[in-house]
């Protein structure tokens, strides 16, 4: 293992603990989550990271089922025969390439991030403040952009930490306890003088290392939406994506769900695929935050397609949700309208424009394309967390992170009894 992209040690110790329990092979866990994420970062290609793996893998799990973006058959520098079957495609991306199965996708780009790109930071952003950035509202679409593209702004700045996200979200998905799919940070941060608050989802990135390290396949990027789902019935526990996410997003279901599967609707269960990805996981799964799949399916109704619990239970007006790729979903139109708000206020920022306005993803350095962008400051490597306002107790919840994080365990997902 390089030492310059090794996680802290701290982290690592808390990873190979956490991949120990499942009986899989941690080394294997640790250096793929790490690699996974110089994939995104565009230090290595996606071609040499299935490679490099794809034999330990099958060794290990007896199949080798992880979501890749492979170049199309052109760039992959050849016919592929039979119009670019799957085979074919990778059979062509690997004799393309170079000797060193090292070729970098946007290494100009992201330069930055190779030392970032190291495993186990704080799960709750870092980098340094991005202002005017993720003007669009959301991440840097792909060429095989879908028509929808679920996402979110976040407006840190109305957000009063009272938690009824958190709560909305754990009753609509029947959360056991500690599985805090919506989290909210607060923070102190150097040179402010209240406290901050940062409510966290996952990101749904568009570059996710959390798909790309999954052997099973389970943690996929929906095709239609780009929503990043475990199908619930695939996933065998390995917990591999836990370890390579740096948001610190997933929670494992151990034991037994506080809510049985008889009290959860199966179209809250089940996706317009007919594939199990809904509501909470069931016991040895890993589960996260769905963008409530089951919403954007229409099955809580087509008045709800487009909405999220979260948002809803959001009296603040703090989160907006929406498709990005609609110039007028809410996400879209929140952030249009708090720019030409503030950028037209001469009176407060009589010499500036855009840089009125903070915006930022969250360690949008690493190249994941976070599809989450927020309004206010970002926090910086010395925030530490405080408590909030309004206690996860005092809301019906348990909040396990906290003490993860006190021990120093950075980017600690979770578990659930
Ligand atoms: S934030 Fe979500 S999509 Fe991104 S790497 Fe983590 S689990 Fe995957
Ligand atoms: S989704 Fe399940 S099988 Fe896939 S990496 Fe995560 S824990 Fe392992
Ligand atoms: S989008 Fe849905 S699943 Fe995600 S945190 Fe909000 S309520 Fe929970």
């Not at 030392?115 to 186990?120: F, I, N, R, S």
């Not at 317009?272 to 589960?287: H, K, L, Q, T």
């Not at 708090?338 to 009176?347: A, L």
């Not at 996860?392 to 979770?414: H, I, P, Q």
Request: hydrophobic share 30%.
């Amino acid at each position: 293992m390089s030492t310059d992209e090794s996680p802290p040690v701290d982290d690592e110790e808390r990873y190979r603990r956490l991949l120990d329990e499942t009986g899989y092979d941690a080394d294997l866990g640790l250096e793929m989550a790490r690699d996974a994420q110089r994939v995104s970062a565009g230090d290595l290609s996606e071609v040499a990271f299935y490679e490099r793996y794809h034999d330990r893998i099958v060794e290990e799990f007896a199949t080798d089922e992880r979501e890749i973006d492979l170049p199309e058959p052109d760039a992959a520098g050849g016919d592929t025969g039979d119009g670019g079957g799957y085979l074919d495609r990778l059979g062509a991306a690997l004799s393309g390439m170079d000797p060193d199965g090292e070729e970098s996708r946007r290494s100009v780009m992201k330069k930055g991030a190779a030392a970032a790109g190291a495993l186990g930071l704080a799960g709750w952003g870092t980098a340094q403040n991005a202002a005017g950035q993720g003007g669009d509202g959301g991440a840097g679409a792909g060429d095989d952009d879908p028509d929808t593209r679920w996402g979110m702004t976040v407006n840190l700045n109305n957000c009063d930490g009272c938690l009824a996200c958190a709560a909305a979200c754990s009753q609509e998905h029947g959360l056991s306890e500690g599985a805090n799919w919506m989290y909210v940070f607060a923070f102190e941060d150097e040179g402010q003088e209240d406290e901050s608050l940062l409510p966290r989802t996952c990101q749904h990135c568009t570059d996710s290392p959390c798909t790309k390290v999954c052997p099973v396949g389970a943690r996929h990027t929906r095709a239609e939406d780009g929503l990043v789902l475990t199908d619930y019935d695939i996933c065998i526990g390995c917990r591999y994506c836990e370890v390579s996410c740096p948001y610190g997003v997933n929670y494992f279901q151990w034991g037994e769900p506080d809510v049985p599967d008889s009290e959860i609707p199966d179209e809250h269960q089940i996706d317009d695929r007919g594939r199990w990805v809904g509501a909470r996981p069931p016991e040895g799964v890993m589960g996260k935050c769905t963008f409530c799949v089951d919403r954007q399916d229409g099955q809580m109704g087509e008045e709800k397609v487009g909405t999220t619990a979260c948002e809803e239970a959001c009296s603040m007006d703090a989160v907006h949700f929406g498709d990005l790729n609609d110039p007028e979903s809410a996400p879209n139109r929140h952030l249009r309208e708090y720019r030409d708000e503030h950028e037209n206020d001469t009176d407060e920022f009589p010499d500036r424009k855009e840089d009125t306005v903070s915006t930022f993803k969250l360690l949008e350095e690493r190249g994941t394309e976070p599809n989450v962008t927020f309004i206010g400051d970002e926090p910086s490597p010395h925030a530490e967390q405080v408590d909030g306002p309004v206690s996860y107790e005092e809301v019906g919840l348990v909040d396990n992170r906290k003490e993860v994080l006190d021990e120093g365990g950075a980017a600690a997902g979770g578990e659930t009894a």
